[in-house]
């Protein structure tokens, strides 16, 4: 009962009719083929990917690092090219919140029901502003801040602040006779002209250079234009932007994380923002106060001055000094009695925008103590200079969010609670 019938051997093939009269052997046969076909494991294979990628990375930073004169060349050829994009990226973003402003008044004042005609009113406003205050720097306060500069390197300056200079030693003799002052003095009316010298030969200097100026003027005007019109676009399409931007962030992340992540994201440009168009508006308003000011109580140089203060106003807390810095010197050759007033005027200034205008307009913007702002602002300088001192406060205020939510996020994991003691 345990054999197949003879007469059905035949029918059978050779390999079935080994299988039945060698089961054993047949058992141990499969079993070798099976060890011998290739299995896929998908942890292996990630693992392999991982292994490739991190060694193709790795061989392309070293070819960097050997080839770095080529791979600067690379960089700043791409980033020329790139150039009106960034722009058109950094133009969005600061028009952007009053784009928005001026839609909301447009659809909940003036009830204009068209969203494409309030979009595109808000938009034509906000660039017509902008390039309205373009235009007046140009034909207004670029010619005298030229006038002021000549001014001060001519001869005419060198000599006045040369009797400037006397008069003031002399009146200190008299009042002082006693005092050897002489090496001072000295000092001083050779400090003049070579100072006055230095400006000249700069000015000179910047003669030859003139005309591939104008040919290069001629090239920004174009990217200018080029950014002007792609930031529009942006701002016409952020909303698609942002769903695409969306779909590609919800397809490659968990839901969870991905919600985070757009919150995060939505965060720190609300931080840059904020930071950068406030600050902006608030040093707009100082330099314009200090021109007022300047005008009233007839200070030279008001429109030379105002300005240096009001760009250098962008820098927290050692802005208002380095801004003063240029007006002290100059009024202290020309008159220290006006030395003294602008002094006075700057410290009253700065007072008013520190402890009133600032927070009006910034209000909790950073989040930053002042410490780390001045860390921030210290280390931005050292490293990159006037830009990197402005643009240090909003990036050490991102990065400080983001370590916030990092360490918020692994206390609670560990469920620990900690409670900040009142000062």
């Keep these: 009962m345990g054999t197949v019938p003879e007469r059905k051997l035949h029918d059978l093939s050779e390999k079935e009719q080994n299988k039945c009269e060698n089961p054993v052997n047949e058992t141990v046969e499969e079993a070798k083929d099976q060890r011998m076909q290739f299995v896929t494991n998908k942890n292996y294979l990630t693992i392999s990917i991982y292994a490739l990628f991190v060694i193709v990375t790795g061989a392309f930073i070293i070819y960097l690092f050997v080839n770095m004169q080529q791979t600067k060349t690379v960089i700043s050829n791409f980033l020329k090219t790139i150039s009106p994009f960034l722009a058109a990226l950094f133009i969005a973003f600061l028009l952007n919140p009053m784009v928005k402003k001026?839609?909301?008044?447009?659809?909940?004042?003036?009830?204009?029901?068209?969203?494409?005609?309030?979009?595109?009113?808000?938009?034509?406003?906000?660039?017509?502003?902008?390039?309205?205050?373009?235009?007046?720097?140009?034909?207004?306060?670029?010619?005298?801040?030229?006038?002021?500069?000549?001014?001060?390197?001519?001869?005419?300056?060198?000599?006045?602040?040369?009797?400037?200079?006397?008069?003031?030693?002399?009146?200190?003799?008299?009042?002082y006779p006693d005092l050897n002052l002489d090496a001072v003095v000295q000092y001083v009316e050779n400090m003049i002209p070579n100072f006055l010298v230095q400006g000249t030969q700069l000015l000179s200097s910047m003669i030859p250079k003139l005309y591939s100026f104008?040919?290069?003027?001629?090239?920004?005007?174009?990217?200018?234009l080029l950014s002007i019109v792609i930031s529009c676009y942006l701002i016409l399409d952020k909303k698609?932007?942002?769903?695409?931007?969306?779909?590609?962030?919800?397809?490659?992340?968990?839901?969870?994380?991905?919600?985070?992540?757009?919150?995060?994201?939505?965060?720190c440009a609300n931080i840059?923002?904020?930071f950068i168009v406030g600050k902006f508006i608030d040093s707009l308003i100082i330099g314009i106060l200090c021109f007022i000011v300047m005008s009233i109580l007839r200070l030279p140089y008001s429109v030379l001055i105002s300005?240096?203060?009001?760009?250098t106003n962008m820098i927290p807390y050692f802005g208002p000094f380095i801004g003063a810095i240029p007006g002290i010197i100059i009024y202290l050759f020309i008159n220290p009695i006006q030395c003294l007033i602008f002094a006075v005027m700057i410290f009253l200034l700065q007072q008013f925008d520190g402890l009133y205008l600032g927070p009006k307009i910034l209000g909790e913007s950073t989040g930053l103590k002042?410490?780390?702002?001045?860390?921030?602002?210290?280390?931005?300088?050292?490293?990159?200079?006037v830009l990197g001192m402005f643009l240090a406060v909003p990036v050490v205020a991102v990065i400080t969010y983001l370590l916030d939510k990092v360490i918020k996020r692994r206390l609670d994991r560990k469920n620990i609670v900690l409670e900040k003691k009142p000062d």
């Design 272 to 274: 840059f923002n904020k």
């Design 307 to 311: 300005v240096i203060v009001g760009i």
């Design 214 to 224: 104008s040919v290069s003027i001629i090239k920004a005007f174009v990217n200018i």
């Design 102 to 175: 001026l839609h909301n008044f447009l659809l909940n004042v003036v009830k204009i029901k068209s969203r494409a005609l309030r979009v595109f009113i808000s938009i034509f406003i906000s660039y017509l502003l902008v390039v309205g205050v373009l235009i007046v720097t140009i034909l207004y306060v670029t010619p005298q801040l030229i006038q002021s500069i000549s001014d001060l390197v001519s001869k005419q300056s060198e000599t006045l602040m040369n009797v400037k200079v006397e008069n003031f030693f002399s009146g200190i003799y008299e009042k």
């Design 240 to 267: 698609s932007l942002k769903f695409n931007a969306k779909r590609l962030i919800y397809s490659i992340m968990s839901i969870e994380k991905a919600k985070s992540f757009i919150e995060t994201g939505k965060e």
């Design 370 to 385: 002042p410490l780390w702002i001045i860390l921030a602002i210290t280390l931005g300088g050292a490293y990159a200079g």
